[in-house]
């Protein structure tokens, strides 16, 4: 397939500036790598984060992005198993190195070699990227499109977290309603759990959206649900939550932190994590997790709800996200 020499990107230059608009040369694959041409790529909470200078040492300039669905265009001559013509999803997982002790028990998650795909290699805020062939997940036709971007760290992470939360568990807290809760609450519902939904104060369209979903109770986070909850998931970045969801927590229960970023935990008593109650947080994600969820997801089936910008308005979309202004997932397309 034919590929032009230059692309668009929205590029960081440096934390706390607004991306540019640039025109760059298009990458070379290396020979475990693919060159993908990006069909849409979604913004996440992470990309604010890296923006704002909170998630320290970025690659710069960098092209943010880490939530990419594309069709490959040309591949490395060591790549097997994908063909140009595949439509693939690259998460934030880029490359790990299978040597360090993580790699090696299964945790891959927490590779000391990792490179991670919008953060420290460039990512999907433009028109073509690369990718190990490794770290490509394929996707199924139905989601090569804007819909299927969200599912690529949003659905991941939620994932990912979900899997955290212990056997045995009906009653699930979920607190921050956006892009990762509307995709995991469509999961967790379909495998008979029941959802109490918590968001901003005040935040009556979340709640809506939360209900409409299927959720069993949706209120403010400050607010105690009608029933103890087995676990909790926290996809808000705002560390007061924890001893609030703990708070709400049954004997012997979970509270996952999903994020990669959280404002400081306040201090507690101890009362409320007696009864063997966990906290605990997730990293990333394997490649098992990727596999595993993608099975699940044409079973559900997900749909993502997608508010579409295009590649050129990325820093409005950041705005928007930071302002909780985005109804579902923002997503940029190419
Ligand atoms: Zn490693
Ligand atoms: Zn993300």
Same mark, same amino acid.
């Given at each position: 397939?034919?590929?032009?020499?230059?692309? +668009?990107?929205?590029?960081?230059?440096?934390?706390?500036?607004?991306?540019?608009?640039?025109?760059?040369?298009?990458?070379?694959?290396?020979? +475990?790598?693919?060159?993908?041409?990006?069909?849409?790529?979604?913004?996440?909470?992470?990309?604010?984060?890296?923006?704002?200078?909170?998630?320290?040492?970025?690659?710069?300039?960098?092209?943010?992005?880490?939530?990419?669905?594309?069709?490959?265009?040309?591949?490395?001559?060591?790549?097997?198993?994908?063909?140009?013509?595949?439509?693939?999803?690259?998460?934030?997982?880029?490359?790990?190195?299978?040597?360090?002790?993580?790699?090696?028990?299964?945790?891959?998650?927490?590779?000391?070699?990792?490179?991670?795909?919008?953060?420290?290699?460039?990512?999907?805020?433009?028109?073509?990227?690369?990718?190990?062939?490794? !770290?490509?997940?394929?996707?199924?036709?139905? !989601?090569?499109?804007?819909?299927?971007?969200?599912?690529?760290?949003?659905?991941?992470?939620? !994932?990912?977290?979900?899997?955290?939360?212990?056997?045995?568990?009906?009653?699930?807290? %979920?607190?921050?309603?956006?892009?990762?809760?509307?995709?995991? %609450? +469509?999961?967790?519902? !379909? +495998?008979?759990?029941?959802?109490?939904?918590?968001?901003?104060?005040?935040?009556?369209?979340?709640?809506?959206?939360?209900?409409?979903?299927?959720?069993?109770?949706?209120?403010?986070?400050?607010?105690?649900?009608?029933?103890?909850?087995?676990?909790?998931?926290? $996809?808000?970045?705002?560390?007061?939550?924890?001893?609030?969801?703990?708070?709400?927590?049954?004997?012997?229960?979970?509270?996952?932190?999903?994020?990669?970023?959280?404002?400081? %935990?306040?201090?507690?008593?101890?009362?409320?994590?007696?009864?063997?109650?966990? %906290?605990?947080?997730?990293?990333?994600?394997?490649?098992?997790?990727?596999?595993?969820? $993608?099975?699940?997801?044409?079973?559900?089936?997900?749909?993502?709800?997608?508010?579409?910008?295009?590649?050129?308005?990325?820093?409005?979309?950041?705005?928007?996200?930071?302002?909780?202004?985005?109804?579902?997932?923002?997503?940029?397309?190419?």
């Amino acid at each position: 397939m034919d590929t032009p020499d230059s692309m +668009q990107a929205m590029v960081l230059e440096e934390a706390n500036h607004p991306l540019r608009l640039k025109t760059i040369p298009v990458p070379s694959p290396n020979e +475990q790598q693919v060159l993908v041409k990006i069909i849409a790529c979604g913004v996440c909470r992470t990309d604010l984060h890296i923006v704002d200078g909170e998630l320290n040492k970025p690659k710069l300039p960098l092209i943010p992005g880490h939530e990419i669905v594309g069709v490959i265009v040309k591949k490395g001559r060591e790549v097997t198993t994908l063909d140009e013509g595949d439509v693939v999803g690259i998460p934030w997982l880029g490359y790990t190195c299978g040597k360090c002790k993580y790699c090696r028990t299964g945790k891959e998650n927490l590779c000391e070699n990792a490179l991670f795909t919008g953060y420290t290699i460039d990512g999907g805020y433009a028109e073509y990227t690369v990718a190990y062939e490794k !770290y490509c997940f394929p996707l199924s036709e139905g !989601y090569a499109t804007a819909s299927g971007s969200p599912l690529l760290c949003a659905g991941l992470i939620g !994932y990912r977290s979900y899997s955290m939360v212990g056997d045995h568990v009906t009653n699930l807290g %979920i607190y921050g309603f956006g892009a990762a809760a509307h995709i995991l %609450i +469509q999961l967790a519902i !379909y +495998q008979n759990k029941r959802i109490f939904a918590f968001t901003r104060e005040g935040d009556k369209d979340a709640q809506a959206f939360a209900l409409n979903l299927g959720a069993v109770w949706a209120g403010d986070s400050a607010q105690s649900p009608p029933e103890k909850l087995d676990a909790a998931i926290i $996809f808000a970045p705002v560390g007061n939550l924890v001893p609030q969801a703990l708070m709400n927590l049954d004997k012997g229960g979970t509270v996952v932190c999903g994020g990669i970023h959280m404002s400081d %935990i306040p201090s507690f008593p101890y009362k409320i994590l007696w009864e063997e109650r966990v %906290i605990r947080s997730v990293a990333n994600l394997t490649r098992k997790d990727g596999e595993d969820f $993608f099975k699940l997801v044409p079973k559900v089936p997900i749909k993502t709800e997608t508010e579409i910008f295009p590649l050129q308005k990325a820093n409005v979309a950041l705005d928007n996200l930071k302002s909780g202004n985005v109804h579902g997932a923002a997503v940029l397309v190419m």
